[in-house]
């Protein structure tokens, strides 16, 4: 197997632990784990700094090479959640994915406008209305007069993130993405199924309403960011 490919390290910081897996992308099954109870509800930046230096070595020692990048699930009464609301009038014509692309992204940069300190985690489209009625998913191919979005936005603000960067910076780690604990325990409700497998599935688009924003390096602008999986 190569090791290289086939596996994410999931670091998940709570408000009463930290867990740490090393995750077989293609067994769906952990090749490393191991959590410790901590006493501060506060993030406390020793204990995870201990906790690191403990495993990180081992996980690097199971699969030989260097953990070069993680990701973080949290649960901190800091993270921010809100709604944005946006409306198209389409003048009847047929909707497609570019119509809800392009609200999707106008409410994107909307939040930024306003949240500047804000470091987005998760954009889910709660709620499409299409002539008057509402639908979970989007309905394509229907001839419209407008289209309404109810978009949730959960983000960490960078009081957080820049701490939790700098710490994963002693160990030249680069934190791929950061993922609402609460949020991916409740789409799966009562499921019986492993928190890595939650995490795993929800990285790769098993909320279909949820827009994932993948960076890219483009030769003119340097950088944009592009849709993934926006809808299945």
């Known amino acids: 197997m190569n090791e290289e490919l086939n596996t994410e390290t999931y670091l998940i910081i709570s408000s009463n632990k930290l867990e740490v897996y090393l995750f077989d992308t293609i067994?769906?099954?952990?090749?490393?784990?191991?959590?410790?109870?901590?006493?501060?509800?506060?993030?406390d930046f020793i204990s995870l700094n201990n906790f690191l230096d403990e495993n990180i070595l081992k996980i690097e020692s199971l699969i030989g090479r260097f953990v070069k990048n993680i990701f973080i699930i949290?649960?901190?009464?800091?993270?921010?959640?809100?709604?944005?609301?946006?409306?198209?009038?389409?003048?009847?014509?047929?909707?497609?994915?570019?119509?809800?692309?392009?609200?999707?992204?106008?409410?994107?940069?909307?939040?930024?406008?306003?949240?500047?300190?804000?470091?987005?985690?998760?954009?889910?489209?709660?709620?499409?209305?299409?002539n008057g009625k509402n639908f979970e998913y989007f309905k394509k191919e229907i001839q419209a007069e407008d289209l309404s979005l109810i978009v949730n936005f959960i983000?960490?603000?960078?009081?957080l993130s820049s701490p939790l960067e700098k710490v994963l910076e002693k160990y030249q780690i680069k934190i791929n993405k950061y993922l609402d604990r609460e949020y991916v325990y409740s789409f799966f409700g009562d499921q019986t199924i492993k928190f890595p497998v939650m995490i795993?599935?929800?990285?790769?688009?098993?909320?279909?309403?949820?827009?994932?924003?993948?960076?890219?390096i483009d030769k003119n602008k340097g950088f944009f960011e592009k849709f993934f999986q926006l809808f299945s």
């Open 155 to 159: 983000s960490i603000p960078e009081s």
């Open 74 to 130: 949290i649960e901190n009464e800091k993270l921010f959640k809100t709604q944005i609301g946006i409306k198209k009038k389409n003048y009847n014509k047929i909707l497609n994915y570019d119509d809800v692309k392009s609200l999707v992204i106008e409410t994107k940069e909307l939040f930024q406008k306003n949240y500047k300190d804000q470091k987005i985690m998760h954009i889910i489209i709660n709620n499409y209305l299409i």
């Open 27 to 43: 067994k769906l099954e952990n090749l490393y784990s191991n959590e410790i109870i901590i006493k501060n509800s506060s993030l």
């Open 200 to 216: 795993y599935r929800i990285l790769n688009g098993s909320n279909s309403n949820e827009v994932q924003l993948i960076p890219k």
